[in-house]
Structure formats: C-alpha cells, structure tokens
C-alpha cells in the first residue's frame, strides 16, 4: 500500500515562495500520474496541479495557473509543488494524491486513489 508524506508548508507573507514535496512508498509510483489538491478552512478540497507519468504533462486550476509548477522525479519517488507570488487566498492544507487510473488530466478528487495527511499553507497579507 502506498504511503504518501508531504513536506514543506509553513507561514509565509503574500508575494514569497515555497516549495512544497511529497514522498511515496513503493514500487509503482512511475505509473500514475499525481496530483496536489489543497481545501482552505470552511471550504471543500480542490483540484490545484497535476502531472503525468512521466513528468511532461502538467496541467493546473486556473486559480494557480502561472505561479505554480508542479514537477515529479520518478527516481526518487517525489513530486513537488513549487509556488510563487503566494496570495491570502492560497492559505490551505495541501494533500499530495495519486491518481486511480493509468492516463492523465484528472481533476476530480473521486480519481484520485491515495492521499498524503496534508501540509499546512498559510500565506499573511
């Protein structure tokens, strides 16, 4: 069973960085595709960036699109979430999820079929 184990939130102020990692168990990790959702307090989780098997595909919500690049490195069994031009508005837990299916493009939770415990953005204005 896979285990997924985020790294990297914290506080920061609106406009900095963060780079945020996510660490997974086992042998088939390559074969899905990843996802990083975040769910902001009162609100539902929510579909932020997700990669291909193989890293050449990224996709993300509009929201994020432009300050965040998500990557993945197949030989450490990592993918990575760096954001910049950090908003208020992006302040959430951010899960690291990986996907059910073999293909790419998902953004539903529902596709999703392990999820890390979170880490705890949270950016001051």
């Known amino acids: 069973q896979v285990q997924l184990v985020e790294s990297g939130g914290g506080l920061v102020q609106a406009g900095d960085s963060l780079r945020l990692s996510c660490a997974a168990s086992?042998?088939?990790?390559?074969?899905?595709?990843m996802g990083w959702f975040r769910q902001a307090p009162g609100k539902e989780r929510e579909f932020v960036a997700g990669?291909?098997?193989?890293?050449?595909?990224?996709y993300y919500a509009d929201s994020v699109k432009g300050r965040f690049t998500i990557s993945r490195d197949n030989g450490k069994n990592a993918v990575y979430l760096q954001m910049n031009s950090l908003k208020p508005e992006d302040t959430a837990d951010y899960y690291c999820?990986?996907?059910?299916?073999?293909?790419?493009?998902?953004?539903?939770?529902?596709?999703?079929?392990?999820w890390g415990q979170g880490t705890q953005v949270t950016v001051s204005s």
């Open positions: 999820a990986r996907a059910r299916g073999l293909g790419t493009g998902y953004v539903s939770e529902n596709t999703y079929d392990a």
């Open positions: 086992g042998r088939t990790f390559e074969r899905h595709s």
């Open positions: 990669v291909s098997r193989s890293g050449g595909t990224t």
